[in-house]
């Protein structure tokens, strides 16, 4: 069975030509602005997350928080290093670092759940909740608790479900070698890394 990262969910579920490009026919990326500033304010966040307490989390004050912990699950043939993670009184949450003015998306919120089902397998317990961290990169000198959101996420059976659902399909795809459709062209083609390849686009290809 192949192995997939968690991030291909968040991929997939975005754009499914991303897995695409990435396992049948692989292709290098080209770096967009977006994707730079995106990564150099997670690097921001993550130090300072590191510095703070779980105050953030109130009512898991007295936990223990791990950092960059790798998950694998051989059932599921998932793989993941997650950002961090909270453990306190026996129950697990997973955490989520994102830089950004708008709320999560459900790419986003399915990565959280697929990172909440590794850890399921790795305590052996269940994981009923994660969070988002959301920093507003466009708030600078801001208040912390005006540009900074701790956002609670429930992890429930379909979102779990659908989670396999998309592995089954990830793999289908790249078994079929089959190019799927893009989702919603718009926006979303121009800030991508890989509109290059997607000739049938015509002008959000450039």
Request: proline share 8%; hydrophobic share 35%.
């Amino acid at each position: 069975m192949l192995t997939l990262k968690v991030t291909d969910i968040n991929q997939y579920v975005y754009c499914p030509r991303i897995p695409y490009f990435t396992y049948v026919q692989p292709l290098k990326p080209r770096p967009t602005p977006k994707m730079d500033f995106g990564k150099e304010a997670h690097t921001r966040l993550d130090k300072l997350e590191k510095r703070r307490t779980l105050a953030a989390y109130p009512e898991l004050e007295a936990g223990e928080r791990k950092f960059h912990t790798y998950i694998h699950s051989a059932r599921l043939g998932l793989e993941g290093k997650l950002d961090l993670h909270l453990v306190h009184r026996g129950e697990i949450f997973p955490v989520e670092f994102k830089s950004t003015s708008r709320r999560p998306g459900l790419n986003h919120k399915y990565q959280l759940t697929a990172y909440a089902m590794l850890l399921e397998e790795q305590y052996r317990k269940p994981v009923r909740r994660g969070y988002f961290k959301l920093v507003n990169p466009l708030a600078d000198g801001a208040r912390p608790e005006k540009s900074e959101i701790t956002l609670p996420v429930e992890i429930t059976v379909p979102m779990r479900d659908f989670v396999k659902d998309v592995l089954r399909r990830i793999r289908a795809m790249v078994t079929q070698e089959s190019l799927p459709s893009p989702k919603r062209p718009g926006n979303r083609c121009r800030d991508c890394e890989y509109r290059i390849y997607c000739l049938d686009l015509g002008d959000l290809a450039r």
